[in-house]
């Protein structure tokens, strides 16, 4: 069993940043995949970024060039740094745990971007 808990969201005005943070807990093995997903009001979930143990990254396009993902493997801690925020990056947002056919959940936190 793995646990993730999640900190980080609020409320920020556009073009403003938040920094996320996942700390995984229970039994953590090597060769993961950590990651962030977020869920807007009516929408389905969607994959914002994901990084490997070994520090592989993939970006969703709608936030290349904003945000950046990075983990400390001693800490089983990821990361999420949201830059140039928008108004559209509203969401609960996920932390991820995938390794093999084990999948799991973070309780989410909630990202609010608005004037």
């Known amino acids: 069993q793995v646990q993730l808990v999640e900190s980080g969201g609020g409320l920020v005005q556009p073009g403003g940043s938040l920094t996320l943070s996942c700390v995984a807990s229970?039994?953590?093995?090597?060769?993961?995949?950590m990651g962030w997903y977020r869920q807007a009001p009516g929408k389905q979930r969607e994959l914002v970024a994901t990084?490997?143990?070994?520090?592989?990254?993939n970006l969703a396009d709608s936030v290349k060039g904003r945000f950046t993902i990075s983990r400390d493997n001693a800490k089983s801690t990821v990361y999420l740094q949201m830059n140039s925020l928008k108004p559209e990056d509203t969401a609960v947002y996920y932390c991820?745990?995938?390794?093999?056919?084990?999948?799991?959940w973070g309780q989410g936190t909630q990202v609010t971007v608005s004037s």
């Open positions: 991820n745990y995938n390794r093999g056919l084990s999948t799991y």
């Open positions: 229970g039994t953590i093995f090597g060769g993961n995949v």
């Open positions: 990084i490997t143990s070994g520090g592989r990254t």
